[in-house]
């Protein structure tokens, strides 16, 4: 199997939302679990391509050809590629980190956020007051938590209705009802 950087089809600079990550081989025919990053990831079977890169934040993600996706427990998937044609090929690609560009998503609907999307967004309390910016999420079980960075300041605050008031996209703001001393 080629490395990552090896192949012409390479991605390099273009922005990926990164899906999930794969983490451990699932049978003797290539099949790989993955640990999805969201709610819905059969809807990832509707797109003819994957993107598999080692690091979540890289610059360098390489193409592969979804040919099965099948749902594996509670919320997980199973998942098999044209490129990983055993086991071994399977175990090599263990710990990769699934994306895709934006535009080869299903749009999201209502109320629901790819993360990718909410990175960067400036997050500010009811009063008004700044309280930092999105640097990532964090996955918990019961719900999501968004992690905010204000300078030195690191805020987590999870990411519910009762505290998330309003998320904005286009304004890059989200409002949350959380004090600045908390």
Known sequence: MPEQGDRPDAQRG????????????????????????????????????????????????VPYTLTGCKEHGKGGIVASFAEVPDRNGAEA??????????????KPDADEYYWG?????????????VLGKVTGLLSTGAHDVLQIQDGDAERLIPFVASYVTAVDIDSGRISVEWEADW
């Open 14 to 61: 273009s922005p990926m939302i990164v899906l999930g990550r794969i983490v451990a081989p699932f049978g003797v025919q290539g099949w790989v679990r993955v640990h999805p990053f969201g709610d819905d990831p059969l809807s990832w079977k509707k797109m003819p391509q994957w993107w598999l890169g080692t690091d979540p934040d890289g610059k360098v993600w």
């Open 93 to 106: 690609v263990g710990g990769y980190y699934i994306a895709a560009p934006r535009e080869a998503l299903p």
């Open 117 to 129: 999307d909410l990175v960067g967004l400036e997050v500010r309390n009811a009063s008004g007051v």
